[in-house]
Structure formats: C-alpha cells, structure tokens
C-alpha cells in the first residue's frame, strides 16, 4: 500500500505569508506526527494527533503555527505571519497506534522557504 | 531535558568495510530507542527500534546494541556497499509520544 504522502514538496513564500502543509498518513493509522528538520539537524517534535484531536501539541514553538486532523486521516498543519526562521523540512510521520513501542512511518516532507 | 548526541558527525570509508556508528543520550529513562535511515531529500525510514528491556536488535548487515544505563547505543553495519550512503539518525522515546532525535551522522561508503 501506499506510505506517507506529503504536498507540496517544495513551498517558497514570502515573509509574512500563511503557508499550509498537508500530510496523508498511511490508511488505518490513528496515530499522527509533525516533525520540523533544519538543515544538519535531526527532526524536531511539533505536535501529536490521536484520531481527531491533537493530543500533545507542546512542541509547537508559537502560537503562529497550528494543525488540524478533522476526520482522523488527513492533517494540515498552518503557519501564519511566516518567517526566515520557519524555513524547514516539516515532516510527517503516522503510525498504527499511539504506543510507544509502534514504528513511525514518515513522509517525504515538505522544504519551506520563507524569503 | 533529554539530550542526544551522536558522533562522528561524517564518516567516510571504503567499501566492504565494518563500521560502528554512536548514539549517546542524557536520560536514561527511555521507552525505546530507533534507528533511522535519510537519503537526501527523503523521509526517515526505520532500520531497527530496541525496546528499554532489550539489549540489541538485528536486521541483515545491521545490528543495534542499547545499554541504557550508561546512556548509549551502536549501530554495527557489516560489509559496507555504496548504497549504505546515508545520513543515519537516532532516536529516543520517553514517556511522552515524541522522540528526540540526534543530529545524525553522514555515511559516505566509497566505491
């Protein structure tokens, strides 16, 4: 089946745009991530999705940045007032359940460039 | 707050040769930890997750050894071949449901 499919790739906008990111996890997974990947560094958490709601958002680094799963599948995560510093990889990942011993999968991710 | 550290930063070597990579972490309160494979421009792809009760994991040329007490984790890959060119992250998970992740290290495996 198909894996974790993120869009766009690729997003350059502007300082001071709003940007949305889109993840579709793998079909039957609950279980829903948001991680962001400045260059040379690892993924950092952002935000944790349970089925429809977003059980732990405390990576979130402000209140600019927010993320929806409404139906439990798809999820978009939404930046407003975009800046230099946001430019990231922002991936997905999903797994089956939310136990810890579950393997994420992860997605391609998207490359944010904020000019 | 967990912090992971992972070295060397980059590592070079000729084909068909073993080699060790190293994940260290601060905490050693971990459920788990997981070892991942990046190409450039792609997503992570899972190699080997070691659970806190185990003390190693074995998939093909790979294998990941956790000793939890003293915060540290290797990856042994065998028989290096050119297609092992990757960036390699580790990855820990606590109690919460994120994982801290080093910041990797570059595999270069020349032909």
């Known amino acids: 089946g198909a894996g974790v499919s993120q869009t766009p790739s690729n997003k350059v906008t502007e300082k001071g745009k709003y940007v949305e990111l889109r993840c579709d996890p793998i079909?039957?997974?609950?279980?829903l991530y948001w991680y962001r990947q400045s260059l040379g560094q690892g993924p950092e958490f952002l935000i944790y999705?349970?089925?429809?709601?977003?059980?732990?958002d405390s990576g979130l680094p402000n209140d600019r940045f927010f993320a929806v799963r409404p139906e439990g599948s798809v999820s978009t995560l939404k930046i407003q007032r975009t800046e230099r510093g946001d430019s990231a990889v922002y991936l997905c990942?999903?797994?089956?359940?939310?136990?810890?011993?579950?393997?994420?999968?992860f997605g391609p991710g998207t490359r944010l460039t904020v000019l | 707050k967990q912090e992971v550290t992972q070295i060397p930063a980059a590592l070079s070597v000729p084909e068909g040769e073993n080699l060790v990579l190293n994940c260290s972490f601060t905490?050693?309160?971990?459920?788990?930890l997981q070892w991942f494979r990046q190409d450039p421009g792609k997503g992570l792809t899972s190699l080997l997750l070691?659970?806190?009760?185990?003390r190693e994991q074995t998939s093909g040329r790979l294998n990941a050894s956790l000793d939890k007490s003293s915060g540290r984790s290797t990856l042994y890959i065998a028989a290096s071949q050119p297609g092992d060119s990757a960036t390699y992250l580790c990855?820990?998970?606590?109690?919460?449901?994120?994982?801290?992740f080093g910041a990797g290290t570059r595999l270069t495996v020349k032909p």
């Open positions: 990942a999903s797994s089956s359940t939310s136990g810890r011993a579950d393997t994420q999968y």
């Open positions: 079909s039957g997974h609950t279980a």
């Open positions: 999705f349970q089925g429809t709601g977003a059980a732990d």
């Open positions: 905490d050693s309160a971990i459920y788990n």
């Open positions: 070691i659970q806190s009760s185990q």
């Open positions: 990855a820990v998970r606590q109690g919460n449901n994120d994982m801290r």
